[in-house]
């Protein structure tokens, strides 16, 4: 959930800018506007045209081929195989299963640190700091710190089981899956805590004065006012997250390579694999254009639901 | 949307009169205090199994501290890898590309905030658009491109794909939506050139954006994975974050070199963020602001 994937909502009513805006006839100062606000843009256009947007009509091409080598145009195939494959319906499923479970980790936790500490205890400063450290925390450092302190045979977790006389578990073999899920929930619950208080913040402090007069308990004032004006930030942070565990790659490459068998095989992993192991390259292309249609989809709920100020 | 002033402490008293029930705020100290404890105490475990000794390691039953501190731990794992170079080599990658996003992102940003000019909307709408494009749908055709180009396995090759970054740049046309136009506007009319405007007058308001923008590319990009994975192959250009899992998986007994090779990263990333707190508090709060 990192900040680099989050999708702001365009604001289509932006008012133009107040700079030269006299009539609609090309005076001099316009145009040298116009020119100016071109010359200040090429870098720009060039950079995003030749990293981003050939490269993406390139993947486009190719999904359509068997492959970068002599490739043959095979129209929808590799799309049609990809959506009847097991092993990528699975990895999308299990890819889902990943997203739901740290994000209702995640949100519950932030969530709760974010009312807690939003009532000014003190020290908070120090406590979001801790919280906030494993977010900052390369994930290659995350997820071979998790592997050692779950190693079933040098880890700390399981020593301390032994020392109280419980039996040794090997997670990563029996709960794959819910293992990365939990360490990701560890790593981000900072994050979603930081969207929460920022949400907190902002609702207006003569809301709540007022329903105190009206005599609402703080039970009635949590549901009927905080929880309603957080819609927002919760729907933000649901799509955010999906979105960013739909790209989850350094957990399964660094502790479990997918594994055991495909238990966390997450898609892009999968993508990773058809691509670089496999060398499916055509067949890898239109599942990593599966996924680029599935995160546009969800940005585009998103820009909807985020212009309807009144429902959320 | 705005950067500044943001009522940070508007309401931090509340909460005396607003309890569940009678002791509510003992029960929030000691939950608030428990999770912050599980956050930092695997990290802190980190930092004890870098100091290490190889037979605590090895030995089959995990120790919470080293008997010894083994600060010879730290030359020997420079002699066990040239990790001195991998931390080198992702310092001058995060470090170009945060220079180009400081450089860059303010500018495209500025234009959107505060020109006119023929397809705006389009232009604009497309630059964000590249927000919804996953790293995974350029990754090949980026991989093939600069292979053809000779650029696998250099700097050039780590570094160019992400000159630029669509989250910056909306960040920064925010931010500039709000620097008053009347200096700028003054100094037009005083024939000052359009670079002078910006450069001289308008950057350096930013000051603030840029920070928040500077830190969080560079932490980025010292964390990135993916890229560095695909586009190095020699050891020369690893970076530190493709460097831990593969010495961990050639010398996967010595969890104590992994760990301190992984503290190379973790301290100055880990002060950056003491020492910037307050900027990256803001720029994590402006993520989630629509």
Same mark, same amino acid.
């Given at each position: 959930?990192?900040?680099?994937?989050?999708?702001?909502?365009?604001?289509?009513?932006?008012?133009?800018?107040?700079?030269?805006? @006299?009539?609609?006839?090309?005076?001099?100062?316009?145009?040298? @506007?116009?020119?100016?606000?071109?010359?200040?843009?090429?870098?720009?256009?060039?950079?995003?045209?030749?990293?981003?947007?050939?490269?993406?009509?390139?993947?486009?091409?190719?999904?359509?081929?068997?492959?970068?080598?002599?490739?043959?145009?095979?129209?929808?195939?590799?799309?049609?195989?990809?959506?009847?494959?097991?092993?990528?319906?699975?990895?999308?499923?299990?890819? *889902?299963?990943?997203?739901?479970?740290?994000?209702?980790?995640?949100?519950?936790?932030? *969530?709760?640190?974010?009312?807690?500490?939003?009532?000014?205890?003190?020290?908070?400063?120090?406590?979001?700091?801790?919280?906030?450290?494993?977010?900052?925390?390369?994930?290659?450092?995350?997820?071979?710190?998790?592997?050692?302190?779950?190693?079933?045979?040098?880890?700390?977790?399981?020593?301390?089981?032994?020392?109280?006389?419980?039996?040794?578990?090997?997670?990563?073999?029996?709960?794959?899956?819910?293992?990365?899920?939990?360490?990701?929930?560890?790593?981000?619950?900072?994050?979603?805590?930081?969207?929460?208080?920022?949400?907190?913040?902002?609702?207006?402090?003569?809301?709540?004065?007022?329903?105190?007069?009206?005599?609402?308990?703080?039970?009635?004032?949590?549901?009927?006012?905080?929880?309603?004006?957080?819609?927002?930030?919760?729907?933000?942070?649901?799509?955010?997250?999906?979105?960013?565990?739909?790209?989850?790659?350094?957990?399964?490459?660094?502790?479990?390579?997918?594994?055991?068998?495909?238990?966390?095989?997450?898609?892009?992993? @999968?993508?990773?694999?058809?691509?670089?192991?496999?060398?499916?390259?055509?067949?890898?292309?239109?599942?990593?254009?599966?996924?680029?249609?599935?995160?546009?989809?969800?940005?585009?709920?998103?820009?909807?639901?985020?212009?309807?100020?009144?429902?959320? | 949307?705005?950067?500044?002033?943001?009522?940070?402490?508007?309401?931090?008293?509340?909460g005396l009169d607003d309890r569940l029930f009678p002791g509510a705020t003992a029960v929030s100290y000691v939950v608030?205090?428990?999770?912050?404890?599980?956050?930092?105490?695997? $990290?802190?475990?980190?930092?004890?199994?870098?100091?290490? %000794?190889?037979?605590?390691?090895?030995?089959?039953?995990?120790?919470?501290?080293?008997?010894?501190?083994?600060?010879?731990?730290?030359?020997?794992?420079?002699?066990?890898?040239?990790?001195?170079?991998? $931390?080198?080599?992702?310092?001058?990658?995060?470090?170009?590309?945060?220079? %180009?996003?400081?450089?860059?992102?303010?500018?495209?940003?500025?234009?959107?905030?505060?020109?006119?000019?023929?397809?705006?909307?389009?232009?604009?709408?497309?630059?964000?658009?590249?927000?919804?494009?996953?790293?995974?749908?350029?990754?090949?055709?980026?991989?093939?491109?600069?292979?053809?180009?000779?650029?696998l396995n250099s700097y050039q090759g780590l570094v160019v794909p992400f000159l630029m970054d669509a989250f910056g740049?909306?960040?920064?046309?925010?931010?500039?939506? %709000?620097?008053?136009?009347? $200096?700028?506007?003054?100094?037009?009319?005083?024939?000052?050139?359009?670079?002078?405007?910006?450069?001289?007058?308008?950057?350096?308001?930013?000051?603030?954006?840029?920070?928040?923008?500077?830190?969080?590319?560079?932490?980025?990009?010292?964390? !990135?994975?993916?890229?560095?994975?695909?586009?190095?192959?020699?050891?020369?250009?690893?970076?530190?974050?493709?460097?831990?899992?593969?010495?961990?998986? !050639?010398?996967?007994?010595?969890?104590?070199?992994?760990?301190?090779?992984?503290?190379?990263?973790?301290?100055?990333?880990?002060?950056?963020?003491?020492?910037?707190?307050?900027?990256?508090?803001?720029?994590?709060?402006?993520?989630?602001?629509?």
């Amino acid at each position: 959930m990192s900040l680099v994937d989050t999708v702001p909502v365009v604001d289509e009513g932006t008012p133009p800018s107040p700079t030269r805006r @006299q009539g609609r006839r090309v005076t001099p100062l316009r145009r040298k @506007q116009i020119i100016t606000a071109y010359l200040f843009l090429i870098p720009a256009v060039v950079f995003f045209v030749a990293m981003f947007f050939y490269p993406l009509f390139n993947e486009l091409l190719t999904s359509f081929t068997s492959g970068l080598t002599d490739p043959v145009p095979v129209g929808f195939d590799n799309y049609l195989r990809a959506l009847s494959d097991p092993v990528v319906i699975h990895s999308f499923l299990v890819t *889902l299963e990943y997203a739901a479970g740290s994000l209702v980790g995640s949100i519950i936790i932030g *969530l709760l640190l974010a009312l807690m500490l939003n009532q000014g205890l003190r020290g908070r400063v120090v406590l979001r700091t801790m919280i906030l450290v494993p977010y900052m925390t390369s994930i290659a450092i995350v997820g071979l710190l998790w592997r050692n302190i779950l190693d079933p045979s040098v880890g700390i977790l399981n020593t301390a089981l032994h020392a109280v006389g419980l039996p040794g578990q090997e997670w990563l073999n029996t709960a794959p899956l819910q293992t990365l899920i939990g360490i990701t929930v560890w790593q981000e619950s900072g994050y979603v805590m930081m969207l929460f208080l920022a949400g907190l913040q902002a609702i207006p402090e003569e809301v709540y004065e007022a329903s105190k007069i009206d005599g609402a308990g703080v039970w009635t004032r949590f549901r009927r006012i905080t929880v309603p004006l957080l819609a927002p930030t919760t729907f933000f942070v649901l799509l955010v997250g999906v979105i960013s565990s739909m790209q989850q790659f350094g957990l399964p490459y660094i502790v479990t390579n997918g594994g055991p068998g495909d238990a966390t095989s997450l898609f892009v992993f @999968q993508v990773y694999q058809e691509t670089f192991t496999n060398q499916d390259i055509g067949y890898a292309s239109a599942m990593a254009f599966l996924l680029l249609i599935f995160i546009l989809i969800l940005s585009f709920i998103q820009m909807r639901i985020g212009r309807r100020k009144d429902l959320v | 949307m705005t950067l500044a002033a943001r009522p940070a402490r508007r309401r931090s008293q509340r909460g005396l009169d607003d309890r569940l029930f009678p002791g509510a705020t003992a029960v929030s100290y000691v939950v608030a205090i428990l999770l912050a404890l599980a956050c930092v105490i695997p $990290l802190l475990y980190m930092i004890s199994l870098a100091f290490q %000794s190889d037979a605590e390691v090895q030995g089959g039953t995990a120790v919470l501290l080293p008997s010894t501190w083994q600060w010879g731990n730290i030359a020997r794992v420079f002699d066990a890898a040239p990790f001195g170079r991998f $931390l080198l080599n992702s310092l001058i990658v995060a470090g170009l590309i945060t220079i %180009s996003h400081l450089v860059f992102d303010p500018m495209v940003g500025y234009v959107f905030a505060k020109f006119d000019f023929p397809l705006k909307g389009a232009i604009f709408t497309a630059i964000l658009a590249t927000m919804m494009i996953s790293f995974f749908v350029r990754m090949l055709p980026l991989y093939v491109m600069f292979s053809n180009a000779g650029w696998l396995n250099s700097y050039q090759g780590l570094v160019v794909p992400f000159l630029m970054d669509a989250f910056g740049i909306f960040l920064m046309r925010q931010y500039m939506i %709000s620097v008053p136009n009347e $200096l700028g506007e003054a100094a037009r009319v005083d024939g000052a050139s359009e670079w002078r405007i910006y450069w001289n007058i308008v950057l350096p308001q930013t000051k603030p954006a840029l920070a928040v923008l500077g830190l969080f590319s560079f932490v980025f990009q010292m964390n !990135e994975f993916i890229w560095p994975l695909i586009a190095t192959s020699t050891e020369q250009m690893r970076v530190i974050t493709i460097a831990l899992p593969l010495f961990n998986k !050639e010398s996967f007994t010595q969890w104590n070199l992994t760990a301190m090779a992984s503290l190379l990263l973790f301290v100055p990333i880990c002060a950056l963020f003491l020492f910037t707190q307050k900027y990256v508090v803001r720029g994590i709060a402006m993520s989630g602001i629509k």
